[in-house]
């Protein structure tokens, strides 16, 4: 029916053809008309079958029968204003989208980044080379532990941003990712010690004049607070060095450590 609906708008079967019958059940119909009989003019609203979640998912699908042991599949369709020359390839290729794919597969370790990208661009050869994707710009593949230190990277740099701006006056700032474990065994052995088997456990040093005349305590507490959703869910599952210090205290730990250093050379 869509296609014979799709015939009577004045496609050709190689319009048809190259646009597959996929992208015909999931966009809307002008979006394949002739460019110079109803003029297009790309906008940020403007949808094709990428935007579709069914049409995602299928290509999910396909990348994770292609690629084995495949754990995270990312697709979103580029923004068309971010090409300069969008009217010119709408023109050429009304049907064919621009993709952001990311895949992390553990398929991935050992092999070099471009065979790496030739096992997504062959799971996709099809939608490829009938035109529905005109060209994957933004490919990204990682193996799982390159994914995992990303990801707590962008974690640490949003919670560095937060105390930051909870602290103030902040001159120093440190955290690390010390997780070993034990919130996993304290997530599943019963005793309720963890709420989320992938919490977190950070080494966190900050350096702030807003400590001054503030006890211990009260520093740690301004801390917590600032991260008290993630304490609270359970994403982060502890701060075992938690280290609030002054300017001057800070200073000071400095000399007392290249002191030490300076000792152990002459030794």
């Known amino acids: ?11 050709t079967p190689d319009r048809l053809e190259r646009a597959s019958m996929a992208t015909l059940c999931m966009a809307p119909l002008d979006h394949f008309r002739d460019t110079e009989e109803q003029p297009r003019t790309p906008t940020r609203t403007s949808r094709s079958w990428a935007a579709c979640p069914h049409a995602q998912e299928q290509l999910k699908q396909q990348l994770r029968a292609a690629i084995p042991r495949t754990e995270w599949v990312e697709i979103e369709e580029m923004d068309m204003e971010s090409r300069a020359d969008v009217e010119d390839w709408l023109r050429q290729s009304p049907a064919g989208v621009l993709l952001k794919v990311e895949v992390v597969s553990w398929a991935f370790e050992g092999l070099r980044l471009l065979d790496q990208q030739r096992l997504v661009q062959t799971a996709l050869h099809d939608e490829l080379a009938s035109g529905a994707i005109d060209a994957l710009p933004q490919l990204k593949t990682l193996t799982p532990e390159q994914w995992h230190r990303r990801e707590s990277k962008r974690r640490l740099r949003g919670f560095e941003d937060r105390l ?12 690390a990712d010390l997780t070993d474990g034990h919130a996993i065994q304290g997530f599943f052995d019963g005793s309720r010690r963890s709420l989320d088997p992938n919490g977190l456990e950070l080494r966190v040093t900050v350096v702030s004049s807003t400590f001054e005349g503030m006890r211990p305590l009260a520093r740690q507490q301004l801390v917590q607070d600032a991260l008290g959703p993630e304490i609270t ?13 002054t300017p001057a205290q800070w200073s000071a730990k400095a000399a007392l450590l290249d002191a030490h250093t300076s000792g152990c050379a002459k030794l």
Do not use: C, K, M, Y
């Not at 029916?1 to 496609?11: D, E």
């Not at 930051?164 to 955290?175: C, F, P, Q, S």
């Not at 502890?238 to 280290?243: D, F, I, Q, S, Y």
């Open 1 to 11: 029916r869509r296609q014979a609906q799709a015939f009577s708008l004045g496609f």
């Open 164 to 175: 930051r701006a909870a602290i103030g006056n902040v001159e120093h700032l440190e955290i």
């Open 233 to 245: 869910s359970g994403e982060i599952h502890a701060l075992p060095h938690l280290r609030t210090w």
